[in-house]
């Protein structure tokens, strides 16, 4: 199999990438990481961040504080289990 060149790197968490969704539209793209942090994404202008979600989880001592995050059908909601 071929491994491909990475299409763009984004550079924002600051500890490991756990996960990754698009929203309903592919307008964004949410990324969850050990450093307790949440980004999101802008996916179809210049790949910036669109918002930062700390508050929730900055007392969280896991690491591994989600398990997976998820949009609603419309793209309004951002789920975040923890």
Same mark, same amino acid.
């Given at each position: 199999?071929?491994?491909? +060149? +990475?299409?763009?790197?984004?550079?924002?968490?600051?500890?490991?990438?756990?996960?990754?969704?698009?929203?309903?539209?592919?307008?964004?793209?949410?990324?969850?990481?050990?450093?307790?942090?949440?980004?999101?994404?802008?996916?179809?202008?210049?790949?910036?961040?669109?918002?930062?979600?700390?508050? +929730?989880?900055?007392?969280?001592?896991?690491?591994?504080?989600?398990?997976?995050?998820?949009?609603?059908?419309?793209?309004?909601?951002?789920?975040?289990?923890?």
């Amino acid at each position: 199999s071929k491994v491909l +060149p +990475p299409f763009r790197v984004l550079s924002g968490h600051k500890s490991w990438v756990k996960g990754v969704a698009w929203d309903p539209e592919g307008m964004y793209l949410a990324s969850i990481s050990d450093d307790k942090r949440v980004i999101i994404w802008r996916a179809l202008d210049d790949w910036s961040i669109e918002a930062e979600i700390v508050e +929730p989880f900055t007392d969280v001592t896991d690491q591994t504080f989600f398990l997976r995050l998820s949009w609603s059908a419309d793209g309004s909601i951002l789920g975040l289990p923890n």
